[in-house]
């Protein structure tokens, strides 16, 4: 079949623009029982940010903390309860959901051509059931906060912990349910309400990654609620089921949470890959190189992060045929992270490449996520991963991956779909500099955390021996650079809101269906219908957009 690869049709902000989701009713209420997916994406990224700053004051603190070898701060108790609220707060409020939520929930039915969600009452259920699990969270935070690690292992959560294990599984468990509600709503748009000749492989990439995200959400958060609620189970009614003194197995908490929390890796990553993917084209001019097999790699991730759970537990005890057959399949996961680091590298040979701000945090994304995947391959090593299981080096590999990787994503996208959401342009200079210190803190922060891991520093402990206090010195320092770099954007994007320049419908002069519309997008997203006529990502028919 011929299809047309003529781009599509670039729009000019009509004389007098219909109501936008922003102006379109000020009210508190209008926009608590909004149905309107944009405003949800809003509210979202509302109270995502908070709790990642949440999640971020805890982790200055104890890092603060580490700049003596014996603690200047805290007592061992105070010490595990901030690492623990930074990790459950990061990984669960902040990381799982931060571009399914925000982003998914703006842009999959902008980029489809469709006027909402599939269930838009759903869709707004999902935001109260994330709060509701962030409030009870964050009270047993306060409360006395929470010691165990935010992994939450047995027997220790179960029978020893005196802090709030309970209320806190019991608000990670309530959260799970609007991963799950968010991913059922957007397999049903994609399937459903796909706007006129925008087959499968029309689709954006972005697309692409928000199905293979959504079907992990969907098969894998209720396998976490379900090991929460036997934790519950144990701790309040002395069940034996974990607990070895009750003729509980410790392993089986491992395997049930790991069969979740590696595939969430993917819920964090996929997303931000699938942003990379529309970037990368986008400010190289040119068409991805290999579309369907990066495609076809997003869907190859969910699919094969459901079976490496067990590098996990090397060194827990499980059996060691299991371990050598877990070992050979962390290798083969890397296959199509490694498809798409080679296609966004060829689309980026010869390609008219411009250093904007959201190409910057894309490269800044492909080349930390890299060296955090092959410091992956090392871990995949049965014996390496013996010597360094325990230490910083996971620590740092953790972080290259999730902050490096998915922090990366997310701020990519913000800067980059930022005049489509509010119909203002930030600063680009103040834009790159914060995207140059958020590199050179990251860095700073957990590159000497790979040398501590391998020459043996326990990860969790709140004193070290005095020969490591340089290396601690030097991640300290680095986290409040990176703490200034996260900062910055949140200064200059408020500013936009007030007194940015007007972005118009396409800024960057990208292709895809959300820059057809205005901006910010009118309530209904489209006067009618649109259709789609011609292959995706046709680069070649247009100029790069005006940037500052």
């Not at 936008?20 to 940010?49: E, Q």
Request: proline share 6%; with cysteine; glycine share 10%.
């Amino acid at each position: 079949m011929n299809v047309s690869t003529q781009p599509l049709p670039v729009v000019t902000e009509p004389r007098h623009a219909p109501p936008n989701y922003l102006n379109d009713g000020y009210s508190v209420r209008s926009w608590l029982l909004t149905l309107d997916h944009k405003r949800i994406a809003i509210l979202y990224m509302i109270s995502i940010t908070l709790f990642f700053f949440i999640g971020g004051a805890a982790a200055v603190l104890f890092r603060v903390h580490l700049l003596t070898p014996t603690g200047a701060l805290f007592d061992p108790g105070t010490y595990n309860k901030l690492f623990t609220i930074h990790g459950v707060v990061m990984v669960f409020f902040f990381l799982i959901p931060s571009i399914p939520a925000v982003m998914g929930n703006f842009l999959v039915p902008l980029m489809i051509g469709a006027k909402d969600l599939a269930f838009p009452r759903l869709n707004l259920a999902s935001w109260y059931v994330y709060m509701a699990g962030g409030t009870l969270t964050g009270y047993a935070a306060i409360a006395g906060g929470i010691d165990t690690g935010w992994t939450f292992y047995t027997p220790y959560s179960t029978m020893f912990s005196n802090t709030n294990v309970i209320a806190a599984a019991t608000g990670v468990f309530i959260t799970g349910f609007s991963s799950i509600l968010t991913g059922l709503n957007f397999i049903a748009t994609i399937h459903k309400m796909r706007a006129p000749g925008l087959t499968w492989f029309r689709l954006p990439l972005f697309i692409w990654a928000m199905y293979a995200t959504s079907v992990i959400m969907v098969l894998g958060t209720p396998v976490l609620a379900m090991t929460v609620s036997l934790l519950g189970i144990e701790r309040i009614f002395h069940v034996g089921i974990f607990d070895p003194a009750l003729g509980g197995d410790p392993l089986l908490f491992q395997h049930l949470f790991w069969f979740y929390s590696h595939p969430a890796v993917y819920i964090m990553i996929l997303p931000s890959m699938g942003v990379v993917s529309e970037i990368i084209p986008c400010f190289a001019r040119k068409r991805p190189f290999g579309y369907k097999f990066i495609a076809m790699a997003s869907v190859a991730i969910a699919m094969l992060g459901f079976f490496v759970w067990g590098h996990h537990m090397f060194v827990s005890g499980q059996s060691m045929y299991g371990g050598v057959v877990f070992s050979f399949l962390s290798f083969f996961v890397a296959i199509p992270s490694a498809v798409k680091v080679f296609n966004w590298t060829a689309t980026l040979h010869k390609g008219s490449i411009s250093l904007q701000t959201p190409m910057l945090y894309a490269l800044g994304f492909i080349g930390l996520f890299t060296f955090g995947g092959l410091t992956g391959l090392f871990l995949a090593c049965l014996g390496v991963d013996i010597h360094v299981t325990g230490t910083y080096f996971i620590v740092a590999h953790f972080h290259y991956i999730m902050v490096g990787g998915a922090v990366m994503g997310y701020l990519g996208a913000i800067h980059f779909w930022w005049p489509k959401m509010t119909g203002r342009v930030y600063s680009e200079f103040w834009g790159r500099i914060s995207a140059a210190i958020i590199f050179v803190g990251f860095n700073l922060t957990f590159f000497p955390q790979f040398i501590l891991g391998y020459l043996g520093m326990p990860r969790r402990y709140y004193a070290y021996p005095p020969e490591f206090q340089v290396l601690n010195v030097m991640s300290t320092a680095g986290a409040s650079i990176l703490g200034l770099g996260f900062l910055l954007p949140l200064i200059y994007l408020l500013w936009s809101l007030k007194y940015g320049k007007r972005a118009g419908p396409n800024y960057w002069k990208a292709t895809g269906l959300e820059w057809t519309t205005q901006s910010p997008p009118e309530t209904e997203n489209f006067e009618t219908t649109p259709e789609v006529v011609s292959e995706p990502y046709a680069y070649e028919f247009m100029e790069l957009g005006n940037a500052d």
